[in-house]
Each structure stands twice: as C-alpha cells, then as structure tokens.
C-alpha cells in the first residue's frame, strides 16, 4: 500500500510570509494527525482529524495556524504569518482509527529566515 | 494525563553488542505503548507495539520489548545491533479509549564499528 505522502519536503521562507503544507494519508485511514518536531525533541501533536472532522486541536495555535481536511481524506496546515520559532519538521500521520497505530510521512522540514 | 519518560537522551553502542533503550509511563488508567524508529530525514516507522495480551513482543528488525505493569516500563531491546540500526528512537504511550498518543523525547542510537 502506498505510505503517507506530504508535500513539500523542504520549505524555506522569511519571517511574517505564508506556508501550506499538504498531507495525504493511506486510503482507508479515517483519522489523520498533524505533528510538529521540533530539534531533538518527539513529535508534538497540533491537530487531530477523525474523518473530516477536527476533534483534537487544543495544542493548534489558533491565532497563526489553521488547517483543513477536505471530504476526511487530503489535509493541508497553513501558518499565517510564520514565526522565526515556527522553524521545525512538520508531520502528517493516519490510522485506521486513533487505537490504531500511526504511520507517518516523511514531514516537510520547514525553515523561517 | 499520560506522560512518557525515555531515560537516555544518547547510547553508543558497539556493532553486534545488545542495546536496551529505556522507556517509563505514567498513567492512571490502561495504556497502549509503541515504540517508533526515525532514520535522518524521514518519518517515524512503528517498530512494535503493545496493546493487549503477551507482555513480551517481537517487531522488525530484531528489535523486542517487554511490558511491565507494575514498573510502569517499557524497555526496547536487540541482542545483536548492526550499523544500520543507527537512528532515532522513539517511546509513545496512548490511554485506552483516549485517543492520544504521547512521545517522548527520544533516545538516539549510535552504533559504532
């Protein structure tokens, strides 16, 4: 079965400027996660999706942050504007449901100047 | 709330010798733990996971973990690594029913010829 594709892999962008990042999880997987790691630490939960519905989203800074999950399969995370200590590697993850284990992209490693 | 602890930030270990990585949870209630590897610019791969029944389970790559209630613990072990096992790894606990995972911090793994 194909893995979890994300989309960019590499972003470099100044500070105050938009991003989007783009996840689109293994077929048949209803929940979906978004994750930031941040050097040297694990991943750190943002948002939580179960279909296309957010049921997890009190760690997701509201005030710059915001994501979607079209039709509970594609998802896209959008900071608006980007902080210097937005700087990270953002992951999506998916599972069957959330007892499930997680299986991860591959993240987009994401730098503000 | 469940919170994981992964005692060693580093352990270097010498090809072919065994590795035990440390995991410890905390949690009222009962827990699913998995243990997850990160190789450098990738996502975290499941290595193993506990959710019911045997205490003792077996995962990829030769790797092994043993669940004890009562220490509250959850230690990674291979009786014989190899350079490629070099890699970040990762302790998650998630309460039954609760639907979150946590992460630890991450103890990376250096084996040395």
């Known amino acids: 079965e194909a893995g979890v594709v994300q989309s960019p892999r590499y972003k470099i962008i100044e500070k105050k400027q938009p991003v989007a990042f783009w996840c689109n999880p293994i077929?048949?997987?209803?929940?979906l996660y978004w994750y930031r790691q941040n050097l040297g630490q694990g991943p750190e939960l943002l948002i939580r999706y179960e279909n296309e519905e957010a049921v997890d989203d009190s760690q997701l800074p509201k005030d710059r942050f915001s994501a979607e999950r079209l039709k509970g399969v594609d998802s896209t995370l959008k900071i608006q504007p980007a902080e210097l200590g937005d700087s990270a590697v953002y992951l999506c993850?998916?599972?069957?449901?959330?007892?499930?284990?997680?299986?991860f992209g591959d993240g987009t490693r994401l730098s503000i100047l | 709330a469940q919170s994981v602890t992964q005692l060693d930030s580093q352990v270097p270990v010498f090809e072919e010798a065994p590795v035990e990585l440390r995991c410890n949870y905390s949690?009222?209630?009962?827990?699913?733990l998995f243990w997850y590897v990160q190789y450098p610019n990738q996502g975290l791969q499941l290595l193993l996971k506990?959710?019911?029944?045997?205490?003792l389970v077996k995962g990829i790559n030769g790797f092994e973990a043993e669940f004890n209630k009562s220490q509250t613990s959850f230690h990674l072990r291979k009786p014989s690594v190899h350079i490629s096992d070099t890699a970040e790894y990762f302790c998650?606990?998630?309460?039954?029913?609760?639907?979150?995972?946590?992460f630890g911090a991450g103890t990376r793994l250096f084996v040395k010829a």
């Open positions: 998650a606990v998630g309460v039954t029913g609760g639907f979150k995972t946590i």
């Open positions: 993850a998916s599972s069957l449901d959330s007892n499930q284990p997680q299986h």
């Open positions: 506990y959710l019911s029944g045997s205490t």
């Open positions: 077929s048949g997987h209803n929940t």
């Open positions: 949690s009222s209630v009962s827990v699913y």
